[in-house]
């Protein structure tokens, strides 16, 4: 079975304090590994796939990297809109369509 | 643009009430999914369809229906048979068997009173 993992569940941070999230998963194939943003009451929108050990992405403050047990999300001088839960999925390669999600990470910066 | 859109934002159900969550797409996606998120748990998959006229249940589907009669929508039916229906539902859609992601709609919140 599929299993994803993230840590720590809420991070504080302060302006500019960069900081990494975690994603550690279990699959017998990976497809791909994503990541999400999501603000309070809102559905999540993606942020990166990664899809091979050693494969970096990055996006304004945010570079997702991909090792074969583990993804890290990192955050470099985050600011206070940076603040949101960011979830982590995987798609096993013997699963047609399905991501299983982690419970997410809630980032919070303070200004 | 195109887009998800899921309705109503929020909904409230009685006891013994069936209620239907809508979900459509205009990204010309085949699948389609409804995932339930509850505070401090994951997303977890009650149904998904890869094509029109044809649907699968995810983890969770005891207490949920659902039906695929045009590629753009998707709604999900909450019966009176799902114990503990208040979450928020999440619908998305994906093309290449989700190998580039999903696309999520805005949610719909739904409370039984």
């Known amino acids: 079975e599929d299993q994803v993992t993230q840590s720590p569940e809420a991070l504080r941070l302060q302006e500019g304090e960069s900081s990494s999230l975690n994603c550690s998963y279990t699959v017998s194939g990976l497809r791909g590994l994503f990541w999400y943003r999501q603000d309070p009451g809102k559905g999540p929108e993606f942020l990166f796939t990664l899809y091979s050990a050693g494969e970096e992405k990055e996006k304004e403050r945010l570079k997702a990297t991909l090792t074969k047990k583990e993804s890290f999300l990192h955050i470099t001088a985050p600011k206070p809109e940076d603040s949101a839960t960011y979830l982590c999925?995987?798609?096993?390669?013997?699963?047609?369509?399905?991501?299983?999600f982690g419970k997410g990470t809630l980032l919070t910066v303070n200004p | 643009d195109g887009g998800i859109t899921q309705s109503p934002k929020y909904l409230f159900r009685k006891e013994g009430q069936n209620v239907t969550l809508s979900c459509e797409q205009n990204l010309n996606h085949d699948a389609m999914y409804w995932y339930r998120q509850d505070p401090g748990q994951g997303l977890r998959l009650i149904y998904y369809?890869?094509?029109?006229?044809?649907?699968q249940k995810g983890d969770i589907a005891e207490g949920y229906s659902v039906s695929r009669e045009k590629k753009e929508s998707f709604p999900l039916t909450v019966t009176s048979a799902q114990k503990n229906p208040t979450a928020f539902y999440l619908c998305?859609?994906?093309?290449?068997?989700?190998?580039?992601?999903?696309?999520f709609g805005s949610g719909t919140r739904l409370t039984v009173v």
């Open positions: 999925a995987v798609q096993d390669s013997g699963s047609n369509y399905k991501l299983t």
């Open positions: 998305a859609s994906s093309s290449d068997r989700g190998s580039g992601g999903y696309t």
């Open positions: 369809s890869q094509i029109v006229n044809d649907f």
